[in-house]
């Protein structure tokens, strides 16, 4: 049976149209709107006689969340644009080029301006030694972004713009287990980020986004075993997500009235401290740094 994953990457686009629409008052702040956007339970749907499809959130959607929940900006936390010539493999590639997009979201919706250039470059790279300089080579996407950095508003448009030609472009090349790893990559900087937060401050809410975000794991797991070229690689970062799955669903009292929630109040300062570690373990083994 073949096994289908697709993500929902232009989503954001779709709450943008919603966010514009009648409830809106005249003079709200668009992007700030935008930023409310929120990551959709996600859901395997896998029946006898049908293919298991994956819905996954974008990176700009995780950013907005913890922006959101009052999560600021660390100077020096992100994985430096430098370090993209560190990735050989196709899935190191494709791992990093969600880190950076992660970063690339956090920098955006945090204002930091120049930093945003240089992960677009670095994504550009990578999108370019993995067979996706389509995202950039349809249009002067990179220029426009430079060209308007000043602009939030106009700024957030075109990662949205980003966002659905990524999307487009593996669901043409069938590519869409790709989209999985690039999710996997966004995934994990945007859970250290914010883990790293979260060990240091009392914000409960920020606490109880980041609580949310492992409903994701086992999708990310089952989308990294449906990989075409499962090395030992693949089987080793498999295994960390299954790690830090194991260990969250392990804690006392953690578990929710459904399948989709979980009671933040079961987490202690040590719990929160290794989910924080494992996560920046796992982190360390993609970024290499």
């Not at 600021?72 to 993209?84: A, L, R």
């Not at 693949?234 to 804690?251: E, H, L, N, P």
């Not at 079961?266 to 989910?275: G, I, S, V, Y």
């Amino acid at each position: 049976m073949n096994k289908k994953i697709s993500s929902i990457l232009v989503v954001a686009s779709c709450m943008l149209a919603i966010s514009c629409g009648e409830t809106q008052a005249p003079n709200a702040n668009p992007v700030e709107d935008n930023e409310e956007a929120v990551v959709e339970d996600v859901v395997v749907a896998e029946e006898e006689n049908e293919e298991p499809e994956f819905i996954i959130p974008s990176a700009l959607q995780i950013s907005a969340m913890f922006k959101n929940s009052g999560l600021s900006y660390i100077e020096g936390i992100t994985n430096s644009p430098e370090n993209v010539s560190n990735y050989h493999s196709k899935f190191e590639k494709l791992l990093n080029f969600g880190v950076y997009s992660g970063d690339l979201f956090y920098c955006i919706l945090n204002d930091q301006s120049q930093k945003s250039i240089q992960y677009l470059k670095a994504i550009r790279q990578l999108a370019d030694e993995t067979g996706m300089a389509g995202i950039f080579n349809a249009g002067p996407l990179f220029e426009r972004f430079e060209a308007n950095i000043g602009n939030k508003d106009s700024v957030f448009n075109i990662m949205l713009e980003f966002q659905e030609k990524t999307d487009v472009l593996i669901a043409e090349n069938n590519e869409e287990h790709s989209a999985m790893v690039i999710f996997a990559g966004a995934w994990v900087e945007g859970m250290y980020i914010g883990l790293d937060a979260a060990r240091n401050d009392g914000n409960e809410n920020l606490k109880a986004r980041l609580a949310e975000q492992m409903t994701i794991v086992e999708n990310i797991i089952s989308g990294l075993k449906y990989q075409p070229n499962r090395n030992e690689q693949v089987k080793g970062i498999q295994a960390q997500y299954q790690a830090v799955y194991d260990y969250f669903m392990s804690i006392e009292g953690v578990k929710g009235e459904d399948e989709y929630s979980y009671d933040v109040s079961a987490l202690t300062d040590e719990n929160w401290m290794k989910l924080y570690e494992m996560v920046r373990d796992l982190r360390s083994d993609i970024t290499k740094s």
